[in-house]
């Protein structure tokens, strides 16, 4: 059976469910196609909030922030190789988003900060709990309060075109039917590649032999799919890898437990970084460490301003001590040393003035028994590359000029985060972008 449809949209994430929210809030019909048999994608693993500035979140918490900050901010972590105006419109709705996801019903209560952050700016919900399966969930009924239809277990395949215009997409369901979905606009919102191990290490040689945090389904269809018609490619090489990643099971720790006060030692039980470095820096180090490997340190305190070390206690990826000697015992490290880092530590946070590493924001000391570690290394999480889109969500061909009827949004676009994505911003780029891609069809349906 064929379908028609005004709008189909591949993929369930956050940027395709808030596409799909506005392109039916703009009065047209909408499919969602998703391959996996869960709605979410990567974002249902989103855990440290999402940036913006100048939120109505921020002016009642009295955090004094600004979007020239949050631009200068992205920028500077993408080492400058970001798109200029797609970080304008990045920056620019951010409080827009946070406004919208509240009217559907989330809560954003909770601003913290992540790396590379020169403000409090990372909205999730009261508690610090984590933000990306609240804001799928919230997405998801307003979704199916609006009669889209979402279709799990079904694959798209191709996007298909004549005389150069989009018609529509090729589809395979669960039973291995192939079916037709026919529309005017096709959104891409398929994720990123990071769980396609040989497309990335393709691109990166570095990366060969890399764990990945992402869900199995973030194999990098749309960018094949979208190529095939003609789509331009940015930036594929840009790979990022997170820090703090359990080695033995993919587990990705937020960075919100070091933005909350955490630090990390290596073997020997010594700091070695700034801890609210960019991704990329603090992978680079962890890397240059003893096996490649080191431990995330936090205290009561910490473990209690975070609702999310919660599931990381429960789900026994913590090592722990009543006192520091007793951690340094569990962990095999001379206690001294480790006692001698901490004071150490704790001294910065009394002064205000890391000597060290320089880092910047010190929330709280680490003195309240119990002590935790969680061992981290770092692995594969974002791919900043993909499709060319230009400032309203159109995908551009390799000269530029938008393809029509094509629109792309979320990770499987290249070029807002430059050479490295900050914490807290990938949330951002997904609803900005995914409301825009559902305007603009919509708009250009008319
Ligand atoms: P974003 O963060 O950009 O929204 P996500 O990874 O959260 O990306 O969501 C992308 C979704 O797209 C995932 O749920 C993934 O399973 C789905 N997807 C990827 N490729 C296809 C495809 N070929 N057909 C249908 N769905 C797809």
Known sequence: VNLTTDVVIIGSGGAGLAAAIEAKDGGK???????????????????GGLNAAETS??????????????????MKGGYEKNIQELVTVLTENAADAVEWLINLGADLNDVGRMAGASQNRSHRPTGGAPVGSHIVKVLKDNAEARDIKILTETTATEILTEEGKITGIIVTDKNSNEFIIEAKAVIVATGGF???TTMFADLDNSLSGFGTTNHPGATGDGITMAAAVGAGLVDMEEIQT?????????????????????????????????????RDVVSEAILEQDGKTSFLLFD???RESLS???????????????????????????????????ETYNGAVTDGEDKEFGRDDMPRSL????????????????????????????VLDENGQVISGLYAVGEVTGGIHGGNRLGGNALTDLIVFGRLAGQTAAKDLQ
């Open 29 to 47: 019909e909408v499919i969602i196609v998703e391959k996996m048999p869960l709605v979410g994608g990567n974002t249902l693993r989103a855990t």
């Open 57 to 74: 979140v921020q002016k009642e918490q009295g955090i004094e922030d600004s979007i020239a900050s949050h631009y200068e901010d992205t």
């Open 308 to 342: 999310a070390i919660e599931g990381y206690v429960r789900q026994g990826l913590t090592k722990e001590g009543e006192t520091i000697e007793e951690l340094a015992e569990v962990l095999g490290i001379d206690s001294e040393i480790l006692m001698a880092t901490l």
């Open 242 to 278: 997170h820090p703090t990643v359990v080695p033995s099971n993919g587990y990705m720790i937020t960075e919100a437990v070091r933005g909350n006060g955490a630090i990390l030692i290596n073997s020997e039980g010594k700091r070695f970084v700034n801890e609210l470095q960019t």
């Open 367 to 394: 003195e309240n028994s119990k002590y935790y570690v969680i061992e981290v290394g770092p692995a594969v999480h974002h791919t900043m590359g993909g499709l060319k889109i230009n400032t309203l969500a159109q």
């Open 300 to 302: 009561e305190g910490v």
């Open 194 to 196: 990071g769980a396609n």
